[in-house]
C-alpha cells in the first residue's frame, strides 16, 4: 500500500471498468491543464489505463489516482 494525499482533490466517481485510456482522456485533459488533483474510483482498469496513470504521475504532470472498488 502506498499512501497518497492532496488537498481538494476532485472525486470521479466511474460505475464500470476503464479498458482505455480515451474513455477518460477529457477529464484527464481537464486535471492536467487546471493542475487539479483527482480521485477516480471505479470497478476496474486495463494496464493501459494504471501504466498512462502511473507514468504521467511519475512525470508530475497529472496528479490523478484510480482506485478500484468492488
Known amino acids: ?3 497518497w494525499s492532496s ?3 476532485l472525486p470521479i466517481l466511474i460505475d464500470g471498468i476503464l479498458e482505455t485510456v480515451g474513455e477518460i ?3 484527464l485533459e ?3 491543464s ?3 488533483p483527482a480521485v477516480i474510483f471505479c470497478r ?3 494496464e493501459e489505463v494504471i501504466a498512462t496513470l502511473a507514468l504521467n504521475y511519475k512525470r508530475k504532470t497529472l ?3 484510480p ?3 468492488d
Request: glycine content about 8%; proline content about 0%.
Open 7 to 9: 488537498y481538494g482533490a
Open 63 to 65: 496528479n490523478v489516482i
Open 34 to 36: 487546471n493542475k487539479i
Open 1 to 3: 500500500m502506498h499512501e
Open 25 to 27: 482522456h477529457h477529464l
Open 44 to 46: 476496474g482498469a486495463s
Open 67 to 69: 482506485v478500484v472498488v
Open 30 to 32: 481537464r486535471c492536467t
